[in-house]
Each structure stands twice: as C-alpha cells, then as structure tokens.
C-alpha cells in the first residue's frame, strides 16, 4: 500500500486493504516488535553464548475496522473479518500502512493470526471483535 493514494482518516492510525476493500482501524496500544536471535559459542568466545539480531517478529491487535468508501465509512461487517481469519496461503496477505502520532508511517504485509467475536444477548447490542495481525516480511519506513 506504500505510495498508494489512500489518504489518512482522522481518528485511525491503522490501513489495511482486504480484498478489494480499503479499511481503516485503531491499533488497541498493542504493537509489538520481538527479537528474534540467533545464539552461538564459538571457540574464540571462550565458552560465552553471543546473540545476535537476525530479524523482528511484530504483531499488532485492531478494533473498530471500517471500510472506506467514496461517501464515508462503514462498519466493517463481522462476515468479512471471519472470511479472512479463515484464508490460507497467498489470500491470506493483507497490505497495510500503520501511522504514528510523531507522523512517521510504517507499511508492510501481515497476515490475521487470530479473530475473536463476541455477540452481546441484547439483540440491539452490536457484535465486538478484536483481530490480531502479525507482519509478513519486513515492515518498512514510508517516505514522506
């Protein structure tokens, strides 16, 4: 999605393109990035394990998805969530743009890992879910 000319809504810092839909989202204050290391002794380290960064793991959690249309935004329907919390393979690469409130922008591919919803007994009460993505490949700085 870097480059794309999806535009920032106010109030999300999250934008995600599933299938043909452009969506939006608020990270729930969750981004984590992970080490992940690679450990060695070798005869100079004279018994000591060394470490050494070979990569980051970084999951993020999103609330509130809505898609983007021409006259506004809507809901995300609850449907599309668990439709792509079930794809596998290539279909299950979403593109996204993650923004910071310094204005620094971070894009990349994640996938879902894992989709929970809850349906409140008030029929008038709307489904809450959560959806946890976890980036695929690197996850790169936006030139502005």
């Keep these: 999605m870097a480059g794309s000319t999806f535009t920032t809504l106010n109030g999300y810092n999250i934008r995600l393109k599933i299938d043909s839909k452009y969506v939006v989202g608020v990270t ?3 981004l984590q990035v992970t080490a992940q290391t690679k450990e060695s002794i070798t005869k100079d380290d004279a018994g000591v394990k ?7 793991e970084v999951t993020f959690k999103v609330a509130g998805l809505m898609v983007v249309e021409s006259g506004g935004t809507t809901k995300f329907d609850v449907d599309d969530l668990l439709a792509q919390a079930l794809k596998t ?10 923004e910071r409130s310094s204005g ?3 894009s990349g591919n994640c996938i879902m890992t894992d989709y929970a919803e809850s349906t409140p007994a008030d029929p008038d009460s709307d489904a809450t879910y959560t959806a946890t993505f976890k980036v695929s490949g690197a996850m ?3 030139s502005q």
């Design 104 to 106: 620094e922008n971070y």
């Design 50 to 56: 060394q470490s050494a960064v070979v990569g980051q």
């Design 89 to 98: 393979g290539a279909n299950a690469i979403i593109g996204f743009v993650y």
């Design 28 to 30: 729930q204050d969750d």
């Design 140 to 142: 790169s700085k936006v």
